[in-house]
């Protein structure tokens, strides 16, 4: 049982009882239910771990509801410090257990699809493989082998591709030599690492490591945050596959264009926004800086906070496979994260996450809102076009 | 529980807030694994409740509080679940559990009444935000601000920091409304103060859930001050500090917060700020207010702790202990785990505070129990005192807890204090009401049974 893994998180969560871990929770701001937050799920994990009780539909389904934000590791858990240690890797626990329950074959129908789409189409949206690099403008030539290559990931190729065209744009602009691993990109495996589909996942990461040394690369970048941890953390750690590559966030890549010099941010965008810092980037990866320095960086930019940001900023609700398998719930989380931008008085909500700009561009429209989602990489080009 | 109740409470709160899913009952159950202390989890029955409802106004608590009254239904209220006293397990076959988090809504929020109203599933952050904006906040604000609701505050008599000054979570009620187990719903006037037959407000405080579901509560609300200073003394020895503390509070300089650690509680709270053991006793006394006049305050405070033998620490480690005074309650990780701690919590008048100290601090080293002791709220009434005791975590541990318990509680009775000042009694102390209240108990159950004659409002509780 892989939550065994977890056992001393587990036990160390149960003595505890303060639930001050509910306090940034999406999902139990949602359902106000006992199960839905970090104590419930270690509680329950407990039972499991004990044998007195076992998976269930109904715990199936808590379970996947989680949206492994891990906001609770930083609202109060455990500070790290003596008498109290480090705090609960509950997004761990979460993710131990889906893996139990995918291994006793209980996946549920709408997670098993994303790693059923991985395996027959190499993307989790079960659209045509070759219909990945459609968005890739026909003059953009990306060198064939080079030691840099920018990883699309699947929501920017297939739900976003304005992001990938962004990115691709800035890059040719700023004289970058880099390639794209075209047919053989294959889904980085993230939402499948999320749900506890680890075997698909390792199928993924094999292939592109494979396919990452075929082509000679040493630098990865990435747009999406889930291909960036997964890249970065997830192969090496969770599914033993080393890339020896380096791989950065494209918040990262861009900062350090800018300050090179390579990449002139002339036209002025007069706007206020605010930033919204996207889970597996933020609290995931301590990646919080760079996009809000590139952004500071455009002309004209006002760039404001949102009363949670940082590392207590509130999930999207898109993370974890929520959005897919949940997508009322995603969808109510979102608006909540939107109402929050919308308090500041901007009118552009900037992410570096396409799951984020999709959340929100839904929530946006659902509620009427003009608020206008924008990745990173889509605001330096505004700028960088005037040039 | 009656077959028909699901449909009847699907159709009044509508079917997403009703629930018998086993995550769902399982987790508002009382069985171990429980996050409730583990010594509880030995004591209480194991009994899932039969559903978890949510209802979102008070004209719902009523309809299904009248459903269930008619079957017989055991309601069991839940606030945040916090209550270390087992207030929310249920220990009757049949219960439902109602889970009040969903009316969470601020309905009122007076600026020139310095008033809240708001549903009693609301955190108090929630509270928070809409009346800091303004300028005011609501000074309760106990260890357990993170995770309980007003109603759970208010059915556990909760205690804040700041109740020197602000007074306790019953102290701030204007007025409150509940949900009486016929289904009838009680409105009391909005006012501090009335002549008119006895102040009901004071029936449910404390009362957890045991006789009405509170549905709503107007409490009073303070202009966020100025300034609020807190400052640290360190006196040789725990007497001393003591008699200081009492002079303060006999002087009556409208203190915020006086506390007082002996040299065990000191020398923890010490390492938790980053400090060297103090080996001595710790002073600790807060002002708040307009800056002038807390400068003030602590001239005239400074001067008697200081004639007394304090010795200053200074603000700073103040600021930085208030900065972290969440900090303190925590589960552990195993290379910490080697004890397991409770508290017991006792309040009374300042001559018997330090015979209490000494008898208490006894009982402890008879039992082999490290104790760390500390006048938590010290006003001028009298003071509380809370004594934090370990026990090995093993099967022995938890006869030893029982035992500890029940030498303390018969000590403190003997002194004429009370057993138990400001957490959740439920389940856990339950066994010691009667001693507690002696022929109050026996009113207890008359007004209980004349309220609640079928038993429904969270049975089992209090001694009841």
């Known amino acids: ?387 | 529980m009656k077959k028909e109740l699901p449909h009847q409470l699907d159709r009044i709160l509508g079917p997403e807030n009703v629930s018998d899913t086993d995550v769902d009952l399982y987790c508002y159950s009382g069985a171990p694994p429980s996050r409730l202390p583990r010594l509880l989890g030995k004591m209480v029955p194991q009994v899932m409740p039969d559903l978890v409802v949510w209802p979102r106004s008070t004209e719902q608590v009523a309809e299904l509080v009248k459903l269930a009254n008619k079957s017989k239904t055991p309601l069991i209220p839940w606030g945040g679940g916090r209550g270390g006293g087992g207030g929310v397990i249920p220990v009757k076959k049949g219960s439902v559990v109602v889970d009040t988090r969903k009316m969470d809504r601020v309905l009122e929020v007076s600026e020139q009444g310095s008033f809240v109203t708001a549903q009693s599933g609301a955190y108090p952050e929630v509270i928070d935000s809409q009346i800091v904006p303004k300028g005011f906040f609501l000074p309760h604000d106990p260890a357990s601000y993170w995770s309980s609701t007003i109603g759970g505050f208010l059915s556990t008599a909760s205690a804040g920091w700041l109740a020197p000054k602000y007074g306790y979570i019953g102290d701030m009620v204007l007025s409150l409304e509940v949900v009486l187990p016929n289904g009838e719903v009680l409105r009391t006037r909005r006012a501090m103060k009335s002549s008119a037959g006895p102040n009901w407000n004071w029936l449910f405080v404390g009362a957890g859930g045991t006789l009405g579901i509170i549905t709503e509560a107007t409490l009073k609300i303070h202009l966020i001050p100025e300034e609020r200073l807190i400052r640290i003394f360190r006196f040789d020895d725990v007497h001393p500090a003591f008699q200081t503390a009492f002079e303060l509070a006999r002087r009556n300089l409208n203190h915020c917060m006086l506390r007082v650690s002996d040299p065990d509680h000191a020398r923890g709270l010490a390492s938790v700020l980053g400090a060297p053991d103090p080996k001595g006793s710790w002073l600790i006394y807060g002002f708040d207010g307009p800056s002038e006049i807390v400068n003030v305050q602590d001239r005239v405070a400074f001067d008697i702790v200081s004639k007394r033998g304090g010795e200053d620490l200074g603000t700073e480690i103040g600021r930085t202990w208030w900065k972290k005074r969440y900090d303190y309650f925590y589960g552990k990780r195993p290379e910490y785990r080697t004890w397991a701690q409770d508290v017991l919590t006792t309040a009374t008048t300042f001559e018997r505070i330090e015979p209490i100290y000494k008898g208490l601090k006894e009982i402890f080293r008879k039992h082999g129990s490290r104790s760390a002791i500390h006048l938590t709220h010290i006003l001028p009434k009298g003071a509380a005192m809370y004594c934090i005791f370990e026990f090995p975590y093993s099967e022995e541990g938890l006869k030893l807890n029982r035992e500890i318990w029940d030498d303390g509680i018969r000590f403190v009775h003997s002194q004429g204090a009370t057993m138990e000042h400001h957490h959740e009694i439920g389940l856990k102390l339950a066994r010691h009401m009667g001693e507690e209240l002696g022929y109050g108990m026996e009113m207890f159950r008359m007004i209980k049974r004349t309220l609640d004659p079928n038993n429904i409002m969270n049975p089992g509780k209090l001694g009841l």
């Open chain 1, 1 to 387: 049982m892989r939550l065994e893994k977890y056992s001393e998180d587990v036990i160390t969560c149960n003595t505890c009882g303060n639930n001050f871990c509910r306090i940034w929770c999406p999902v139990h701001d949602q359902t106000r239910k006992e199960s839905s937050f970090s104590a419930g799920l270690n509680h329950y994990a407990l039972g499991i771990l004990k044998g007195l009780t076992k998976y269930t539909p109904s715990s199936i389904q808590t379970i996947y509801q989680c949206t492994t934000c891990a906001a609770c590791r930083e609202a109060r858990c455990l500070p790290g410090e003596a008498p109290f240690g480090a705090p609960i890797d509950t997004p761990g626990v979460v993710e131990a257990m889906r893996a139990d329950i995918v291994s006793l074959k209980r996946t549920p129908e709408k997670i098993a699809r994303l790693g059923a789409n991985a395996q027959s189409t190499h993307n989790v949206y079960g659209e045509p493989h070759n219909a990945r690099f459609k968005w890739l403008p026909k003059g953009a030539k990306p060198t064939k082998r080079a030691s840099l290559a920018y990883f699309v990931g699947c929501t920017s190729a297939y739900r976003r591709p304005e992001i990938a065209e962004a990115q691709v744009e800035i890059m040719k602009r700023a004289g970058v030599e880099f390639t794209v691993l075209t047919g053989d990109e294959w889904c980085c495996g993230s939402p499948l690492l999320r749900t506890g589909q680890l075997k698909m996942a390792q199928q993924l990461a094999r292939h592109n490591a494979a396919s990452l040394a075929e082509k000679g690369v040493k630098k990865l970048i990435t747009t999406c945050p889930g291909c960036y941890r997964a890249f970065k953390l997830d192969y090496p750690n969770e599914l033993g596959v080393e890339t020896g590559v380096d791989t950065v966030h494209s918040s990262e890549f861009l900062l350090n264009l800018i300050k090179e010099g390579d990449l002139k941010l002339s036209k002025k965008v007069p706007r206020r926004l605010t930033y919204h810092d996207p889970c597996h980037l933020g609290r995931h990866m301590k990646v919080y800086e760079p996009p809000r320095e590139v952004l500071r960086r455009i002309p004209g930019v006002e760039l404001v906070e949102m009363s949670r940001s940082g590392k207590y900023a509130r999930c999207c609700g898109a993370g974890g496979g929520v959005q897919a398998a949940f997508q009322e719930l995603a969808s109510a989380i979102a608006g909540q994260r939107l109402s929050e931008a919308m308090e500041t008085g901007a009118g552009i909500l900037a992410t570096a996450c396409p799951f984020c700009k999709t959340a929100f561009a839904g929530a946006a429209e659902r509620s009427g809102s003009s608020m206008r989602t924008l990745d990173i990489a889509e605001l330096v080009l505004m700028s960088a076009r005037g040039g």
